[in-house]
C-alpha cells in the first residue's frame, strides 16, 4: 500500500503515460510535491532500453507502476476509468498517438471533463516539424539557446539536456499543469497544456532576446557579461588544477573579488572597459592560480564576493553549506537531489524510490477501485502481466 503522501499537493492524482526525459522528470516533480501518481508502462519486464537497473532511474521516483499493454482495448478501458478518478494525465507521445490509442483529450474528457490533460512534445502538436523525431539538443539549436553557450571562437557547448528536456520541457508542463489545475477548480473544466521543449527553450531566452533588440549583447557566443565573454564572469584554473567561478557583476563585488585576490583597483582596467578585458583577464587569471581551489574557497567565507568552488557530482553532497540545507538526501545507498522548492507548512517529499515496469500494477489498481473481479479480467485478457 501506498505510505500517506506529504506535501502542498497531496489528495491530487495524476495518471502518467510512461515516457522518457521530461515526462518522467516533470511527475517525479509533481509526486515530490505529494502527487498520487500511477505510471501506466508496458507490461512487467521492459525496462525501456535503459543501460542501468531500475531502482537508479531517479526521475522514476516517488510513483508506482501499473504494467498495461495499451494495444489491448481492455487496457485502455482501465486506464480510462483511471482518468476517471483523476484530476490530471501527462503524456509525451507524438502528437496524435495518443488518439489513436483512444487516450486522447476527447477520450479523456469524455468520462471526466475536469481533467487537466498535459502534453509534452519537442516541436508542439501543430507546425511543420510536429511530426519529426529530436531530442534536447535539437530543441536548443532551433531556439538561439545552443548557438549562445559556449567560448569565443569556439563551437556551441551542449549544457547537457538541462535546457530544452527539463528546463524548456519538465519545468513549463509542471507550470502548466499546476495553473491549469487551478483553474479547474473554480471552472469544473479541464483542458489541454500543449507544452513544447522548443517553446519552453525559447521562454528561457526571453532576458537575452531583449538585451539582443537594444543592441547590448552580441549574437557571438563567449563575448558577452554573462556567456564567459566579461573576465569578472568566468571560471579559472586554480594551482592545484582546478577549477574556481566568479561572478563578479555589480561594482560592489567587483571591487570586493579585487582585494580579495590581492589586487589594487589602480591595477586593473576600468570593469567595463571592453578593449582592456584581455588584458584583465590574464592579471585574473595569474592571481587565482597562486593557491588551490579549496584555499580560495575557503577564504571567500564572509567577504563578500561572488566566488565559488567548480564541483563535480562526487563533491557536491558533501560541500557544507548542501549538507546542512539536506540538498541531496540518500534513498537505498542511492544519492540524489532532494525535492525543491521548499514549504514551510507542506513540505514535500520522496515518495518512495523508483520502482520496476508493472511492479505495482495490482496493488495500485486496487487502490484506484478496481475489484478483484476486474483485476482478474485484466489477466484473462492479457492486458496486464
Known sequence: MKPEARGPLAGVRIVELGGVGPVP???MLLSDLG?????IDRPAGYDGGAPVDSRFHLLNRGRRSAGLDLKKKEAVDAVLELVRAADVLVEGFRPGVAEKLGLGPKDCHAVNRALVYGRMTGYGQDGPLAQ???????????????????????PPTIPLNLAGDFGGGSLYLAVGVLAALLESRSSGLGQVIDAAMVDGSASLMTLFYGLRAAGYW???????????????????ETADGRWLSVGSNEARFWRNTLRFLGLAEDDVPDQHDRSRWPQMRATLAAAIRTRTRDEWSESA??????????????????HPHLRERKTFVEIEGIVQPAPAPRFSRTPGAIQGPPTRPGEDTEDVLTDWGFTTADLAALRTAGAIA
Not at 519529426?132 to 569556439?154: E, F, K, M, Q, R
Not at 552580441?218 to 579559472?236: C, H, I, K, M, Q
Open 35 to 39: 502527487a498520487d501518481i500511477i505510471r
Open 301 to 318: 567565507a564572509g567577504q563578500d564576493v561572488c566566488i565559488a568552488p567548480v564541483l563535480s557530482m562526487d563533491e557536491a553532497p558533501r
Open 132 to 154: 519529426d523525431p529530436g531530442h534536447d539538443v535539437n530543441y536548443v539549436s532551433l531556439t538561439g539557446v545552443l548557438h549562445s553557450i559556449g567560448a569565443a571562437g569556439g
Open 25 to 27: 522528470f516533470c511527475c
Open 218 to 236: 552580441s549574437d557571438e557566443r563567449g563575448t558577452n557579461r554573462l556567456d564567459s565573454g566579461a573576465p569578472w564572469y568566468d571560471v579559472y
